[in-house]
């Protein structure tokens, strides 16, 4: 199921245009190329607070090692796929900065890896993203207040921070909703509003999460834990 309202409520002209759970704050950056569906192939490619904050500069360049509730160390953002971090229990916003971030989603995209699931943001602009992220009771599209149909028996919202219309970052948005059969169901077409890129993912269940943000290009990578 797609969402019920129309992507023309969005729009700064005829359109609004959009653009994650943080494990206590796992920052990542792979090499160049998306690594951060591997090794699970996408299952679609269709068309309460712990905060943290940014690091200071550069983009990491080594999968993470663990996660921590204290602040990333200043440039330490890793460019491939994070292989460890701790997944953060239902019922906790995630929340994180971001960083003279304008940027607009231009790919979204859900992946089966062993022991979670990955839906993964890729954004394309300057500086870097923030987030709030957290399960919700139903997903209420911003700012119509319309609700948005969403499958699954959970849904998560995720809120971009730092992101900007095509118009200004010069990159088209991603236009689609994302379907997918294992826990994690539906991903919602990412919806921008000043400064703020909004999506959902719908699941089976609400599940423990963690978020890494990763480099070349940049990406928001949400694991949703598998039973």
Do not use: K, N
């Not at 129309?6 to 729009?11: D, E, G, L, N, Y």
């Not at 950056?29 to 500069?57: I, K, L, N, R, Y």
């Not at 330490?76 to 994070?82: D, Q, Y």
Request: charged fraction near 20%; charge should be negative.
């Amino acid at each position: 199921m797609g969402t019920t309202g129309s992507p023309a409520r969005r729009h700064p002209t005829p359109c609004l245009l959009g653009a994650v759970v943080l494990t206590a704050a796992v920052l990542t950056v792979g090499g160049c190329g998306a690594s951060d569906d591997e090794p699970g192939a996408p299952s679609s490619s269709e068309p309460s607070a712990s905060a943290t904050t940014a690091p200071a500069t550069a983009l990491p360049t080594d999968a993470p090692t663990g996660a921590s509730t204290a602040e990333p160390t200043p440039g330490a953002l890793p460019t491939s796929e994070p292989t460890a971090g701790a997944f953060t229990a239902p019922g906790t916003e995630l929340t994180h900065e971001p960083q003279d971030g304008l940027l607009t989603v231009v790919d979204v995209r859900v992946g089966a890896h062993d022991g979670y699931e990955r839906v993964v943001y890729e954004l394309a602009g300057e500086g870097l993203p923030g987030w709030r992220i957290a399960y919700v009771d139903e997903a209420v599209d911003d700012p119509s207040g319309e609700v948005v149909d969403v499958a699954g028996d959970a849904t998560l919202q995720v809120v971009l921070l730092g992101a900007g219309y095509p118009m200004d970052t010069g990159f088209d948005e991603y236009a689609h909703d994302v379907t997918a059969t294992g826990g994690v169901q539906q991903v919602t077409r990412p919806l921008t509003f000043e400064g703020q890129t909004q999506s959902f993912v719908g699941l089976d269940a609400e599940r423990p999460l963690r978020v890494t943000l990763l480099a070349d290009p940049v990406r928001v990578v949400v694991d949703v834990q598998s039973p």
